[in-house]
């Protein structure tokens, strides 16, 4: 499902200097598996996301992401390609303010276009625990039902790769345990592939495979489902 040879990344510094974020990283992630990356700030988490998500090109090296080397797809291509088949969900939860949580998750269903948008959003909601909250503005929202609204946008399209950039940061331990095992209800339910950024040593222990960087090379890596290329 995710594969990734000989990734390097590098940016320029507003100085001029070359920075390297990662260097030499490969993996393969079967399809229907789940990883946890892990590693210090700095090691290069969020950079590996947004490589996943074409959102950012790699220096060396390519992605290959259900099927289809990014490389290959130019931005128009890339864009149909990430709201036909990836999902994510972040730390902010990056809805917006003026509509309810139904038109937000409506929104997500008709980029990535689902039939029936707002039926899909609807049953999207429910399956997250928000029935009763489907009209509601994320201001008049806790944090924990602001990021089930973010997750029912995020897999209301049922993407086959849902891509999460550490999604329980922000809450307290007790939802941010429910919003972790939602995320894993979700994922073996839907059979998407899960890739989830964490701190947290604990939550990373109930993904099938764990990945950890220092300094943007790979550390360690455990667990069944993915292998080192």
Do not use: Y
Not at 70 to 75: F, G, I, K, P, R
Not at 100 to 124: D, F, H, K, T, W
Not at 208 to 226: F, I, K, M, Y
């Amino acid at each position: 499902m995710i594969r990734l040879s000989d990734i390097s990344k590098r940016f320029r510094s507003p100085s001029g200097e070359e920075l390297s974020v990662l260097e030499g990283l490969g993996f393969h992630l079967r399809a229907g598996a789940s990883l946890a990356v892990q590693g210090p700030s700095g090691s290069g988490k969020s950079t590996l996301l947004a490589l996943l998500a074409g959102l950012e090109r790699p220096s060396g090296g390519w992605v290959e992401v259900a099927g289809r080397r990014l490389d290959a797809l130019n931005e128009r291509e890339l864009a149909a390609f990430r709201a036909r088949n990836l999902g994510f969900v972040f730390q902010s939860f990056h809805l917006l303010p003026h509509f309810s949580a139904l038109q937000n998750v409506a929104i997500g269903a008709e980029i990535a276009g689902v039939r029936n948008p707002l039926g899909a959003s609807r049953e999207a909601l429910e399956r997250v625990g928000l029935a009763d909250r489907m009209g509601h503005l994320p201001g008049q929202l806790s944090g924990g039902e602001c990021q089930r609204v973010a997750i029912a946008r995020a897999v209301v399209g049922r993407p086959q790769v849902l891509l999460c950039d550490e999604p329980t940061g922000s809450l307290d331990p007790a939802n941010a345990g429910k919003v972790f095992d939602l995320i894993l209800e979700l994922h073996r339910d839907l059979g998407n592939t899960l890739v989830l950024v964490t701190h947290d040593a604990h939550l990373s222990l109930a993904m099938d495979a764990r990945l950890s960087l220092e300094r943007g090379r790979l550390r360690d890596l455990q667990g069944e489902g993915c292998v080192p290329l």
